[in-house]
C-alpha cells in the first residue's frame, strides 16, 4: 500500500471533524479523508459524499454481506457506520495518507487489520463538562442525541491508552499543531520505525 493510515478516534463533540478540517489541506501531510458510510440521516449542512456516505440501512445492510467494508460498527443504537474498502483504496491509490475518523472498536480494528502502517491517535476532551459544553454549542443534536453521547463518553475515554498517540483538545490552535506535528513524523518514518 503506498499511502499510510491516520486514526483519529474520540468522544463525540470532543473536536476531531474540527481537527480534522484544519489540517487536510496541510501540503506537507498529503492527506486524503477516508468518507464513511453510515445509516443515520444527514446533520446540519452535511452533504452525501463529502462527509459521509448516506445509504439506507437496508443499503448498509446489504453491503455488510457484499463483504465491502472494512470494519463497520454500530456505534450507537440503530446508527451503524463503516470504512468501504473501496475507500480506502481511492485515497491511498491516489498515493495520498488516508486519515479517518472512527469509534473506539473501529480504531483498535483498523490498527489490527494494518498494522505499523497505522497510527492511532486518540483525542481527550479537557473534561466531561466541557465536552457536554462542545456538544450543545454545536447545535445540530438533539437532548436525546446528546445525553446518550455523553453517556457513552466514559467508555469511549477508556480506549484511550490502546492508542499509538493522546492529544488534549484544549485549544483547537495547539491541538491542531500537535496533531499535524505527530502525523507529519509518522509518515516521515522508515518502515523499521526510525525517521527516514
Ligand atoms: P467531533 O467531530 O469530535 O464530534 P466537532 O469537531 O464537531 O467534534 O466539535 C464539537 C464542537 O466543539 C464544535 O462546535 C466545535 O466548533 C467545538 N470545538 C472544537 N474544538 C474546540 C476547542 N478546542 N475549544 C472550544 N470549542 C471547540
Ligand atoms: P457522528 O454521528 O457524530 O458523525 O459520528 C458518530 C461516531 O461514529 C463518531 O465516534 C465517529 O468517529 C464514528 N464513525 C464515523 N465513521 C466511522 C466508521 O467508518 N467506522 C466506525 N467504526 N466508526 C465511525
Not at 496541510?26 to 459521509?52: C, I, K, M, N
Not at 446518550?148 to 466514559?154: P, S
Request: hydrophobic residues 35%.
Amino acid at each position: 500500500m503506498k499511502g499510510k493510515i491516520i486514526i483519529l478516534s474520540a468522544p463525540s463533540g470532543t473536536g476531531k471533524s474540527t481537527i480534522i478540517q484544519r489540517i487536510i489541506e496541510h501540503p506537507e501531510l498529503r492527506l486524503g479523508f477516508s468518507v464513511s458510510a453510515t445509516s443515520r440521516a444527514p446533520r446540519g449542512e452535511e452533504q452525501d459524499g463529502r462527509e459521509y456516505y448516506f445509504l439506507s440501512p437496508e443499503e448498509f445492510r446489504r453491503r455488510v454481506d457484499a463483504d465491502e467494508f472494512v470494519e463497520w460498527e454500530e456505534v450507537y443504537p440503530g446508527c451503524c457506520y463503516g470504512t468501504l474498502k473501496r475507500e480506502v483504496e481511492r485515497v491511498t491509490s491516489a498515493g495520498r495518507n488516508l486519515i479517518m475518523d472512527i469509534d473506539v472498536k473501529g480504531g483498535v480494528n483498523v490498527k489490527r487489520c494494518f498494522g505499523e502502517n497505522a497510527l492511532g491517535i486518540f483525542i481527550l476532551p479537557p473534561s466531561i463538562e466541557e465536552l457536554e459544553r462542545r456538544l450543545r454549542g454545536r447545535g445540530t443534536d438533539s437532548d436525546e442525541t446528546i445525553a446518550r453521547r455523553l453517556g457513552k463518553a466514559e467508555y469511549e475515554l477508556s480506549f484511550a491508552e490502546r492508542y499509538d498517540k493522546r492529544v488534549v483538545n484544549d485549544d483547537i490552535e495547539r491541538a491542531s499543531e500537535e496533531v499535524a506535528a505527530i502525523i507529519k513524523s509518522f509518515i516521515s518514518e522508515n518502515a523499521d520505525g526510525n525517521e527516514a
